[in-house]
């Protein structure tokens, strides 16, 4: 596609829950980035694919987070039994290649709202 | 590890004024990369400038520019002619050059919420 595309935009769900997010890069991108947003706050790095490479996930928060990148190309980030502190921005950037020395092309997010 | 700092949660400028949004980041190394990424209601990160830390010349675009001072450790954004769709915050983010086996990612800071009044 033409930009990077997260689903769904806008997701509520109930303290517990597990929730997927999906996010489809840019065609012929091999980097692929999840960031989260809290209210009042800057970009939280999540996790990082490069490629066929081994994912950096040194910045997921706890093990009930977890993400899956098939075939190099779209990405989901699962979040398992749900909790309030969770609520966020989540984003999804994509880039050509590493080392560029260009930023990311980012998605709109998906705006997760737990109850 | 590195941090970015922005001290401005909010701004604001008069429409066709010239407004600066501050930024400073520490790191202890000495090549690495610069960006200020604009995000409107709609959510989307879009970048606004990048600067390379070897670079001494201050990257320009249109009517965005940066004052990179490196000693100094300071990476501000001046928005000349402001316009109502420059409303939006600002976040500074910083990277570092990638290494054998490392990871890109950016570092980000807080944002700059800026107002533009007509």
């Known amino acids: 596609g033409a930009g990077v595309s997260q689903s769904p935009s806008n997701k509520v769900t109930e303290k517990g829950k597990d929730v997927e997010l999906r996010c489809d890069p840019i065609?012929?991108?091999?980097?692929l980035y999840w960031y989260r947003q809290s209210l009042g706050q800057g970009l939280e790095f999540l996790i990082y694919f490069q490629g066929n490479s081994a994912p950096d996930k040194s910045g997921l928060p706890s093990d009930r987070f977890s993400a899956e990148r098939t075939g190099g190309s779209v990405s989901t980030l699962t979040i398992q039994r749900t909790q309030q502190e969770d609520s966020a921005v989540y984003l999804c950037?994509?880039?050509?290649?590493?080392?560029?020395?260009?930023?990311?092309?980012f998605g709109s997010g998906t705006r997760l709202t737990v109850v | 590890a590195q941090t970015v700092t922005q001290s401005q949660p909010e701004m604001s400028v008069q429409e066709a004024e010239t407004v600066t949004l501050s930024c400073t980041y520490d790191t202890s190394e000495s090549d690495y990369y610069l960006f200020w990424y604009k995000q409107p209601p709609s959510r989307q990160m879009i970048l606004v400038i990048r600067?390379?830390?070897?670079?001494?010349q201050n990257a320009t675009e249109n009517r965005f520019s940066v004052n990179f001072q490196k000693a100094a450790k300071s990476f501000s954004l001046k928005i000349s002619d402001s316009q109502l769709g420059d409303a939006a915050m600002y976040f500074c983010?910083?990277?570092?050059?990638?290494?054998?086996?490392?990871?890109?990612?950016?570092?980000f800071g807080k944002g700059t919420k800026l107002t533009v009044n007509p």
């Open positions: 983010a910083y990277r570092s050059p990638v290494t054998q086996g490392g990871s890109e990612k950016l570092v």
């Open positions: 600067q390379e830390a070897y670079k001494q």
């Open positions: 950037a994509s880039s050509l290649i590493q080392g560029a020395n260009y930023g990311y092309t």
């Open positions: 065609s012929g991108h091999t980097a």
